[in-house]
């Protein structure tokens, strides 16, 4: 085979198609896979962006692809930060109800771990969520001590070692962005401003620009991603204090989000956060980023405006909370009512991509469809850098039933 002549070319360098491209070449040693990133390196946008936590698989409806692949590749992902040394801390966490209102929730929350297999999930009252987070108040809670942190870059860069030294013939290349792919019999040529790469499969993992990358492809869909960006605060050195490990509310079942929480770092340091606003720029981590392009497909596409609509109340006080650092701090103080301004710093911004359908539903799991010679993942929001190990399992799968690889 010439240099650039591929097995599988993987569209995207975050933590599911490094994952791919790692699991595809334990199964097929042998196969030259190409993993193409547009950045100056691997896990820039949301793998490298995200809070760090390895969840549990506490929230998900049973028996979905988020449940199922968020344990398996909990663990997986567990044994293979200890093999590979990389740093990382099952530390627990505690889900805090702190009105009566949210117990109902808390106990599906419950139901919903037991039937998961989450490991010693149980539930706490306060004098217990005050001995494991002394300044929290809540009037019941939940312990679940197999979530952890990690550092999801870190992972991500280990992945790229193993594909490059393991693997005769596979290869990570960064700032290689994909702008077209030509179709032929037998194979297609992926074009990138620094050459054209020549693969008879291809898998895309492209997350804030799945959409665009599938329908470039050929495929055709009709879901459009939409970008969220979340805000963070850093807890001061005189906040830090207050925070052992994680802290999480219950969440409100009528939002399709978490919560603002804290979380310990694995590289020292105390988060709190995310909000969730509707971003002007897909990639923009900024307040005030905008793209007209960006900005123009979100607002072009019906599905959005129905999930404004049914959402509306939410978006307005997520947007509150973006410029306000007093209302930040009102939502933070439900967990911990001691925490006062000075302990609180401006952090980073990350931003998720949310799958819509058409209707302005949001896509509740991981969406990985198949296209002629192609797969293609268009929907993999959280937990997806805690089940990559398990994504990367089951994209292998899909590879070697539709690609026929042997």
């Known amino acids: 085979m ?36 547009k950045e100056k390196e691997v896990a820039a946008h ?103 942190i990690i550092d999801y870059a870190d992972v991500s860069r280990k992945y790229v070692e193993l594909i490059q030294t393991k693997f005769s013939g596979s290869k990570v290349l960064c700032e290689h962005e994909v702008t077209a ?6 194979h297609t040529h992926v074009i990138t401003p620094k050459g054209k790469f020549t693969g008879k499969y291809i898998i895309t993992c492209a997350g804030l620009q799945s959409d665009r990358i599938a329908k470039k492809e050929g495929a055709r869909i009709d879901t459009a991603i939409v970008g969220f960006r979340g805000d963070y605060f850093d807890l001061t050195e005189k906040g830090m204090s207050k925070v052992r490990n994680l802290i999480y509310p219950v969440p409100n079942p009528k939002y399709p989000f978490l919560g603002v929480h804290f979380t310990r770092m694995i590289h020292g340091g105390t988060e709190c956060g995310p909000n969730a606003v509707f971003v002007f720029k897909r990639e923009g981590y900024g307040k005030t980023d905008f793209s007209l392009k960006d900005t123009a497909e979100a607002l072009g596409f019906g599905g959005t405006w129905k999930f404004f609509a049914k959402n509306m109340k939410f978006g307005l006080d997520e947007y509150r909370g973006a410029f306000s650092k007093t209302f ?36 509740d799991d991981f969406k990985i469809e198949v296209n002629g010679n192609a797969i293609h993942v268009l929907n993999a929001p959280s937990p997806a850098a805690t089940s990559s190990l398990a994504i990367g399992t089951a994209i292998e799968m899909m590879a070697s039933e539709h690609f026929s690889l042997s």
């Open 2 to 37: 010439e240099n650039n002549q591929y097995d599988i070319i993987i569209v995207g360098g975050g933590i599911v198609g490094l994952a791919s491209a790692y699991k595809i070449n334990l199964k097929y040693p042998s196969k030259k896979i190409l993993v193409l990133e």
């Open 46 to 148: 949301q793998t490298g962006h995200n809070s760090g936590v390895i969840h549990s698989g506490l929230y998900y409806k049973p028996g979905s692809y988020k449940a199922k692949n968020c344990v398996d590749g909990r663990r997986e992902l567990v044994a293979f930060a200890k093999e590979h040394k990389i740093q990382h801390d099952i530390c627990g966490k505690v889900v805090v109800a702190t009105d009566v209102s949210e117990l109902a929730h808390m106990n599906k929350v419950f139901n919903n771990g037991l039937a998961n297999g989450v490991e010693g999930v149980e539930k706490i009252d306060a004098k217990r969520i005050k001995e494991i987070e002394p300044y929290c108040v809540g009037i019941e809670g939940l312990w679940v001590p197999c979530t952890g």
């Open 181 to 186: 792919f030509e179709k032929h019999d037998g």
């Open 328 to 363: 930040f701090l009102k939502r933070l103080r439900k967990l911990i009512p001691d925490l006062q301004m000075d302990d609180l710093k401006p952090g980073r911004a990350g931003v998720r991509a949310m799958a819509l359908a058409p209707e302005g539903e949001m896509i």
